[in-house]
């Protein structure tokens, strides 16, 4: 070969690697301005407050501000549909849920494929529903609400946090009972609403209607796991009376799918730390929520996981958005 054309190609391979060098160099800076964590959904919800939580700790922790910016609509496809749309730099995350996972089969027509077009960054926690209902209602338990519901066909609604609730539907289906869906968009408008009376029962998380409970503004007549909470030990679980309704709640941070593997793990670190906190823990546990630190890869194996038991939840109760 002879040397104006080795020079050449050194030359062409130099400047071929230099995106990827950019990339290495940036996630070694990463951040250096500001970070926006979009919440698909209302303020006010157990998804926001996790946000800013989580938010709080990686402005102390990296030095920049990682800022919430809700985007409430669409059953949380406005706010996903974001953030798969955005740079894969490190500066728009998603704070996810469990949502997300049951999107992916309700919806025939999706701009985005949730699985395949995020990169999981950390798990954050899981959290039971809980169902609630005003302390002015007549029902004192959940046999109680089934007996008044069916002594008052069509008179009673389920107020949603969203259109991909399937928990209503599945409640309905168990119970055989004649209730009206009001979709919200987010838990904080649902559950501002049953405060107000406009809606009967909400099936909510844990963390989001915990102090609504503890201050008797609200009545929990069942926690929607296989077992009691501590943050609630008195109040029952959905299998003494209705077995096979145990549902669990995830959260947890992604990115866009070419967000360089260097800043996930960064962000993982760092959010695994936060996990660790113990001031962190506290507050988690005092609203009801289990932590679950772990890796990446772990929590994508979660995420496909969690999508394909809901894709078989969906088909079974046959269900489109409402």
């Not at 599945?170 to 209730?179: A, S």
């Not at 990115?255 to 906190?277: C, M, S, V, Y």
Request: charged share 15%.
């Amino acid at each position: 070969m002879n040397p104006p054309r080795r020079q050449f190609l050194h030359l062409a391979a130099g400047v071929a690697a230099l995106p990827a060098v950019s990339r290495i160099a940036s996630a070694l800076d990463y951040p250096t301005r500001p970070v926006r964590i979009i919440v698909a959904a209302a303020a006010g919800g157990f998804t926001d407050i996790t946000a800013r939580l989580i938010g709080q700790w990686l402005t102390k922790q990296l030095g920049q501000s990682f800022f919430v910016e809700n985007r409430p609509g669409g059953n949380n496809n406005i706010g996903t549909e974001a953030v798969v749309r955005a740079p894969g730099d490190g500066y728009t995350l998603l704070l996810a849920n469990s949502v997300n996972a049951i999107n992916a089969s309700l919806y025939d027509r999706l701009s985005y494929n949730f699985v395949r077009d995020v990169a999981p960054v950390a798990h954050i926690s899981d959290t039971p529903s809980v169902m609630v209902v005003h302390p002015q209602f007549p029902a004192r338990s959940v046999p109680e609400f089934v007996a008044y519901a069916k002594a008052n066909p069509g008179r009673l609604n389920i107020g949603t946090t969203g259109a991909a609730s399937l928990l209503p539907e599945l409640f309905k289906m168990t119970t055989g009972l004649n209730l009206a869906r009001v979709d919200y968009r987010g838990e904080a408008p649902a559950l501002a609403d049953l405060l107000g009376q406009q809606v009967h029962v909400v099936f909510a998380t844990l963390p989001g209607s915990i102090e609504y409970i503890r201050a008797n503004r609200l009545r929990c007549l069942a926690i929607m796991s296989s077992t009691r909470s501590p943050a609630l030990p008195e109040i029952p679980v959905i299998g003494d009376f209705l077995p096979g309704l145990e549902i669990t709640n995830w959260f947890g941070i992604v990115a866009p799918k070419t967000t360089p593997t260097a800043i996930l793990e960064r962000l993982n670190t760092e959010i695994n730390a936060a996990l660790a906190d113990p001031t962190i823990r506290v507050r988690f546990a005092d609203i009801g929520a289990t932590l679950v630190p772990g890796s990446p890869a772990e929590f994508g194996k979660f995420i496909t996981d969690d999508t394909e038991k809901w894709a078989k939840i969906v088909k079974f109760v046959g269900i489109k958005p409402f």
